[in-house]
């Protein structure tokens, strides 16, 4: 176990976006410092609270080899890297990754994540592997229609997925997933859930934590808001809980994990997705619990011993602040987000907005899910970013 | 008043340590960007925190506008700039400095201080402005020896002050402290105290807030913990609250201040010092305060609506981890630290540790002060740092 703390410890981030921001900041707290390497031609969060700042494809080994000899250890933000490369960049530069591209290896592809999980004992979703027209038949008439078809690889808030109606669809959507050209594509059955769960995970040689499970309110697939813990029957919240650590442990994670949930009509829970990073249904962690998810993924890559994931209050509600406008980035309208007594407002530090791009969050404090909850989209309402 | 947040926005630190650092964070939290003017030829923290760093005196006008220039607004994390030097910056630049030049140099002269405050009925340490031994031995009679030399320019945690026991020993410390040069010196009572207490003040042109009043622990001069809220009577609470806010306005303060008080052993509060920034004795509101004293500096000085000063816990300890050895900086036996539900490492990021010097502190909190100021020297007493 690590019990030391050196200065001129450099962690990296693979990507530049809000979630590397947002454990920047941690990493900040403990005096270590930061290095980023960015895919995005415009400049992101993370490039302007560092001067070690790199730009290059996330498909160039060369550089980001390059980038990974600069660090002490490297994270990532994203799973949008594949494990190949990671490895390669990992074996050239003899930096490690946490988490590591052996755990990438096991959830990059949504087929081999799902049957990690499940031959981890975890229940997940009912899929298949579909390649054609009898394919989509089968699965239609032993789940029913509509039903989901995913690419295996690289979905993220909405993308890669396309719900299908009918065989016509199908087969359209099979093709604009990419299954023509030899991308693994799922079908997903839908699940007739009561609510979305999500439970975040962080892990290391030191040991692991597990955060409250808390709901995810969505609509098409966008998060408008996190509410911990999730008002649901604590057996539930426990069980989620539970299937959330076994699947870190499935994957042998180093860092911080979300598992995203369905809970049934009839009581089930079933695994969903996974991310092996940072996640939006985390952000409430920041000062509704002791130690953030943030604070838990700088402690785990390090390989630090981890915070408690305690809640500070009895109930915490994060809003999604989503682009209002295509425009240069400006939060106006935030005075009563800023002077609520126990409102804390996150602006991500975009220089542009666009209409429903994340660009800011706001975490609400208080004792009674349902009345934070309110008041939170009361706070919030007249935002416009 | 503000009610926007434009994600462009740069604010500028003139100086680069750990008081800026801690600001620069609750900036970034924001999605500000920050710059920083640094006069030390060592990186200090914050030039690890942005692409945006210049090097350069504290006299060079013309370097500092030019970095001025660069930035939306300026603030400080010390007094060490000459007010005259800062109005021509703010003038040149067209960039506003906050807190303003005028508020400076009401306050940069320990003699201009005292007339300050004492004008707008704040009661201060007894002191006079001193020339030659006749002063000394008259100050002496009517305050008794020992007393205090103080150089009316740059005090720090002792540095500028000197204890004099007798005539000899006051006209060396006259001369070390410049008085032969002409600078002003004056001569302090020592005052009998039973407590040190401090109170910090945000103030701009939404309103102000006012901190807990919390006790600094001190030996040689050197804060070692502080205690909030401070182990005094209400009343006293209350009495050191309230010339805190007095003496903001008297300067017509824009930005956080930290205002140092001596409670005497006949209940008098009794102004000591004050500092134009955020302040070693506000640490403990990070996690102790529902608005750090940080995030009130970025919001005062942004003009900002100010958060909430409310305690979040009913006893926050935060202990100094000073200096332990003279080598590049690592924070070791940090485990105990790291793993205490409430407690709450920081590590500034300093390159090199200096015995003495300030790399890091703790903050625990907890429902009772003595117990929970017992705990935090416990878990931090084995710290090398």
């Known amino acids: 176990m690590t019990t030391s703390i050196k200065a001129s410890t450099k962690l990296g981030f693979l990507g530049a976006g809000q979630l590397a921001r947002m454990s920047a900041l941690q990493a900040f707290r403990f ?14 969060p993370v490039q302007f609270m560092t001067p070690y700042s790199y730009n ?33 960049v990992q074996k050239e530069s003899g930096t490690p ?23 981890a004992g975890i229940p997940v979703t009912p899929y298949k592997l579909v ?14 229609w509509p039903f989901l078809l995913k690419s295996s690889k690289g979905g993220y808030d909405g993308y890669g997925n396309k719900t299908v109606h009918n065989l016509t669809e199908a087969a359209k959507a099979f093709e604009a997933l990419g299954g023509h050209e030899g991308h693994d594509i799922i079908a997903e059955a839908f699940v007739d859930f009561t609510h979305e769960l999500a439970v ?27 509410l911990a813990p999730a008002p649901v029957d604590e057996a539930i919240q426990k069980k989620a809980q539970e299937l959330a650590v076994q699947a870190t442990e499935a994957i042998n994670g180093k860092g911080i994990f979300a598992f995203e949930f369905f809970l ?25 619990c002791i130690g953030s998810q943030f604070e838990n993924h700088v402690r ?14 009895p109930a915490a509600v994060m809003i999604n602040l989503l682009g209002t406008h295509s ?16 409102g804390h407002l996150h602006v991500y530090g975009k220089v542009q907005s666009k209409i429903g791009r994340k660009m800011a969050h706001f975490t609400l404090l208080g004792d009674d899910l349902e009345s934070t909850h309110q008041k939170a989209k009361l706070l919030t309402k007249d935002i416009e970013i």
């Open 31 to 44: 005096g270590i410092q930061v290095a980023v390497y960015s895919d995005r031609p415009e400049n992101e």
């Open 56 to 88: 290059g494809s996330f498909d160039d080994v060369d550089k980001m080899v390059e980038f990974a000899k600069s660090c002490d250890v490297i994270t990532l933000e994203n799973e949008f890297i594949n494990s190949s490369v990671l490895r390669k």
């Open 97 to 119: 990754i946490y988490p590591s591209p052996d755990s990438f290896a096991l959830i990059e592809n949504k087929l081999i994540e799902k049957q990690t999980f499940e031959n």
């Open 131 to 144: 390649k054609d027209s009898v394919d989509f038949t089968d699965f239609g008439k032993k789940y029913g």
């Open 200 to 226: 975040q995970v962080a892990r290391n040689e030191t040991g692991s934590v597990v955060y409250s499970c808390c709901e995810t309110v969505q609509e098409n697939h966008i998060c408008l808001a996190v």
């Open 264 to 288: 049934t009509k009839n009581g089930e829970v079933l695994l969903n997705e996974s991310a092996p990073r940072p996640h939006n249904s985390g952000h409430y962690s920041i000062e509704g």
């Open 300 to 313: 785990a890559v390090l390989g630090l011993p981890l915070a408690s994931t305690k809640m500070t209050e």
């Open 327 to 342: 425009r240069p980035a400006e939060a106006d309208h935030v005075t009563d987000a800023l002077t609520t007594k126990d």
